[in-house]
């Protein structure tokens, strides 16, 4: 499910899940928020290398485990999803994100909080979150804008299209596109040049760039869960995920004209 190793001060964290895309149930997001903690408190770590075992990186939430979310029938982890986030905004030493391949939804929306993204030219990246009826998550609301600019991080979080990762590179997500072959090498080239800092000095230079918007970050993640509750288990959310178990394009039209969207702060307007 994960794999651990350290290469002098960086510590390389596989998500090792192949068989499902590396797709995070409960089980893997404990696992890696214990295994980003363990780094964070080790005095021989410096440098955390993020990266996804096979032909993925992420491919987001277990959508199984999702879809059985709504009914009730899924235990929740020690950590689970809000946990995780929490360990990714507060994790203070340089996380550094090896895009090998597939990403989706968390797997893509991680990398507003890493501190270095590096993408292969072999990935594709996307965010489903629309075609799934739900809201942006893990603060992305705020951390793409930031990265992205407003209007591209529109279109990523809400057209539910397919990025590669040249695209990815060119709008500011990621900081480098490697060949498939190189993406580790380079990744690790640059992750053991900031090993080779203090870590005092790493932290404290992290600390200070990222304090500015973590106020913006906790914010957006409350907003971000109040969408998403509302929004799980909602008429287009069941039909998204009824359609996707049966394999057919959701009828989302016909879901918005039985339960339209109550617009009662524009009608407010419409009678000053």
């Known amino acids: 499910m994960l794999r651990i190793e350290d290469d002098e001060r960086v510590r390389v964290v596989t998500l090792d899940r192949p068989e499902a895309l590396n797709a995070f149930n409960e089980a893997l997001y ?22 996804g075992a096979g032909r993925a990186f992420s491919a987001g939430t277990d959508v199984v485990e999702m879809a059985a979310r709504t009914t009730g029938g899924i235990e929740n982890g020690r ?4 946990g995780f986030v929490d360990v990714l905004a ?5 996380l550094v994100c090896a895009v090998n391949g597939l990403a989706l ?5 991680i990398l507003g909080f ?3 993204a590096l993408v292969s030219t072999g990935a594709r990246l996307r965010c489903p979150f629309t075609d799934l009826a739900v809201a942006p998550e893990a603060a992305s609301s705020v951390t793409f804008p930031m990265l992205l600019g ?10 539910s299209e397919w990025f590669s990762g040249a695209e990815c590179v060119e709008m500011g997500l990621a900081w480098r ?9 380079e990744t690790m080239a640059a992750a053991r040049v900031l090993a080779g800092k203090p870590i005092a000095s790493l932290v404290a230079s992290k600390r200070t760039i990222v304090a500015g918007h973590r106020d913006a970050v906790a914010a957006a993640r409350e907003r971000e869960n109040a969408a998403f509750a509302e929004l799980l288990g909602a008429p287009a959310s069941l039909e998204a995920f009824a359609a996707l178990a049966a394999r057919r394009d959701p009828d989302f039209a016909a879901v918005d004209a039985a339960h339209p969207v109550d617009c009662a702060e524009m009608e407010a307007l419409r009678r000053r």
């Open 150 to 159: 407003r209007q591209r991080a529109i279109w990523m979080l809400c057209s």
């Open 79 to 82: 950590y689970g999803f809000p």
């Open 90 to 94: 507060a994790f203070p030493k340089p």
């Open 30 to 51: 404990d696992a890696t928020a214990d295994a980003l903690i363990d780094a964070a408190v080790d005095p021989g770590v410096a440098v955390v290398v993020l990266t």
């Open 114 to 116: 890493a501190d270095l």
């Open 105 to 109: 939804g968390i797997g893509v929306t």
């Open 177 to 185: 596109l490697c060949e498939p072959d190189a993406l580790m090498p």
